[in-house]
Structures are given as structure tokens and as C-alpha cells.
């Protein structure tokens, strides 16, 4: 095989699902809508008892073949006997992205189980442990695949033979992962409630290969979840998300601030709430953020402001996102138990 070819799929191996910005990565602005890609014990961490809802992200256009990735998740949770506060979360990610001129698409399923012990009812308090174990399919499409024998007296001609022997355009590797979170709230009202976490992926450090050259190893990630949530009036709150991740050499890290303005009902739920916000990735974007939720339904678009070394290429240019969720409460299922305790994110 050329060298030119090696390299590119050496680039292309190397993408696996979990790395930074710097490569051609699956990553989301808005991380903090779902959980299992991030921390698998953070599933079924929010103030409802089920949420679905799906991603699409479009990126890099403006320069180059875009990054289109595209999810769909769902989590539920359940109580754990009649006198207890803890609860079983499960929930299952599947999510597909086309990358780049060799067209490689990844295709991922994850399953994922939590289970939150409470350690304190008054508080809030929660210590969270979660697993997701999945699987991952690489391929690429061959006939979008350049290499130096075409390129004749300085010219490329498609018709020159590649002399290339493309034994498999697949590959396939399964992945394991788990994850702690603890999250409570102070304040006589509980009105501040804070959680921080930290999962590890690729723990088996799968190896994986196009070639019959030696595969390349899954270096493990760590990411780090932490988040703020406070009122500061009866309709009016904020939240603060970080979030960092660190695999081999990469690493990413996203921070920032969402208000969101709500109107209640005398039920004391929203009816509907405005949510605006902006977050910075470190040396690579600053990403505003909208998000509209009427009843059990949200909606969310952010925008990534290129900033890093491609902003003159792309002119500040770097992809949207849409978010779209429907969460709510288990109330009058029969046989499932109502608990008012649970966290407010």
C-alpha cells in the first residue's frame, strides 16, 4: 500500500469516537443534553423520569467535506422498592457520523446502566455509578480514495490505476466504559444544587485496523463532568456545565453558562421556559447557545465561531447543531412509584 494511502487511513483509525476537536472527532457543543458519551452515571441524572431525543451536528463545511453527525438516545429511570430514595437508570445511544473526503462512516450503539444510591433525602444528595459497554463500525469508501500513482507529471488523473488491493473497507472494535457522579444541593430551600463526575472509556484499549498491518490501539479517555444550577429569582435560574476530556495527546475542554426564563403555572411546572447561554472550547470555539422548551418538549441550536488556527480558512465558520428532547414523569403508570426526591439538572 503507498505511503500517502497508509497515512490517510492511519488518520482515519485514529478518529475514534471520544477524541478532541483536533481530529475528525464525534464531539457535541451541547454535551450536557445527553449522557452516556460523556459519563454513563450521569444517565437518568435530570428532573424527570424519561427523556429522548436526538443531535444533528453539521461541521467544517465552509472548508472542506462537512462532518455530519447525527444521534438518537433515550433514558429512563425507576425507583428501587417502596422505601427507598434510590432509583435504576437505563439507556441506550446510537449514533452515526460521515466524515471527511474518504466518506468513513462510524456507526455506534451504546446501552448504558446507572444506579443511584441516595445518600441524603433533605439535600438531594446522590452517588451515582454507571457502565455502557458498545459497539463501534468503521468503513470508507474506496472509490473516494486518492493516491500518488494518479498524479502524473504534476496532474491528477482518476483514470490512472491506484495499484492498490483493498482487502477490507471495514473494521469493528467493542468498547467499555464506566463512570462516578456525585451531585447534591444547599441552601434551605435547596436552591443550589452542584454535581461532579468522572467516567473512563475504551478501558480495554481495543485495537482496530483497515490493514492487515498491526491495529491500532484505542487509547482510554477520561472526561470530567461538573455543573452549578441556581435561582436567583421564582422564574429566572442559571447553569454552569464543564465539561474536560483527555485521550493520549488530545485533550478538550468545554465550559459556560446557560439563564433560562421560565413561565410557571399554578402547578408550579413550566409552561414554557427561554434558554440562552454561550460556551468557549478551549483554543477552538466560542458557541452560543438558544434553547425553547414548551411542556415536555425542547428544542436547541447552537453555532460553533471557529476560533482556532483554521478561523482565516473557514472565516470564523465551524458547524450548527440541533438539539431536539421530550422529557416528563411516569405519573399515573400503574405499578410505578412516584418519588419527588431527585436532582435538578
Not at 481530529?23 to 459519563?39: G, K, M
Not at 427507598?84 to 462512516?105: E, H, P, R
Not at 414548551?294 to 488556527?309: F, H, L
Request: aromatic share 14%; glycine share 10%; proline share 4%.
Amino acid at each position: 500500500m503507498k505511503k500517502s494511502l497508509k497515512i490517510a487511513l492511519l488518520v482515519a483509525t485514529a478518529s475514534a469516537p471520544y477524541l478532541c476537536a483536533a481530529q475528525a472527532d464525534i464531539h457535541f457543543s451541547q454535551f450536557y443534553e445527553t449522557s452516556i458519551l460523556r459519563n454513563p452515571s450521569l444517565t437518568g441524572v435530570f428532573s424527570n423520569d424519561f427523556k429522548i431525543g436526538g443531535y444533528y451536528r453539521n461541521q467544517w463545511s465552509s472548508i472542506s467535506h462537512p462532518f455530519v453527525t447525527a444521534l438518537g438516545y433515550g433514558e429512563v429511570r425507576f425507583p428501587i422498592g417502596h422505601y427507598s430514595n434510590d432509583y435504576l437508570s437505563i439507556g441506550l445511544l446510537g449514533v452515526t457520523d460521515k466524515a471527511g473526503s474518504l466518506n468513513q462512516n462510524i456507526t455506534s450503539v451504546y446501552p448504558a446502566l446507572n444506579f443511584s444510591k441516595s445518600l441524603n433525602t433533605e439535600k438531594n444528595t446522590y452517588l451515582s455509578v454507571g457502565f455502557t459497554a458498545g459497539y463501534t463500525q468503521y468503513s470508507f469508501d474506496k472509490s473516494s480514495v486518492t493516491v500518488d500513482n494518479q498524479y502524473q507529471s504534476g496532474h491528477y488523473d482518476p483514470n490512472n490505476p491506484t495499484f492498490e488491493n483493498f482487502t477490507n473497507t471495514k473494521m469493528s472494535m467493542w468498547d467499555l466504559g464506566a463512570g462516578i457522579n456525585y451531585n447534591t444541593s444547599r441552601g434551605p430551600a435547596n436552591d443550589v444544587t452542584y454535581m461532579i463526575g468522572i467516567a473512563g472509556y475504551h478501558l480495554t484499549q481495543p485495537n482496530f485496523s483497515y490493514d492487515q498491518t498491526p491495529a491500532v490501539n484505542a487509547n482510554m479517555r477520561w472526561n470530567v463532568n461538573g455543573a452549578v444550577a441556581f435561582n436567583v429569582k421564582d422564574d429566572l435560574g442559571f447553569q454552569v456545565h464543564t465539561n474536560f476530556a483527555l485521550q493520549g495527546t488530545y485533550m478538550e475542554w468545554v465550559t459556560g453558562i446557560l439563564g433560562t426564563l421560565s413561565d410557571e403555572n399554578p402547578g408550579n411546572k413550566p409552561s414554557y421556559a427561554v434558554t440562552a447561554g454561550v460556551f468557549y472550547r478551549f483554543q477552538d470555539a466560542i458557541i452560543p447557545v438558544v434553547k425553547l422548551r414548551y411542556g415536555k418538549t425542547a428544542i436547541g441550536v447552537s453555532y460553533d465561531v471557529n476560533m482556532s488556527t483554521l478561523k482565516q480558512a473557514s472565516k470564523l465558520r465551524g458547524g450548527y447543531e440541533i438539539t431536539l428532547s421530550y422529557s416528563g414523569l411516569f405519573g399515573g403508570v400503574p405499578g410505578v412509584v412516584k418519588k419527588t426526591v431527585c436532582p435538578k439538572f
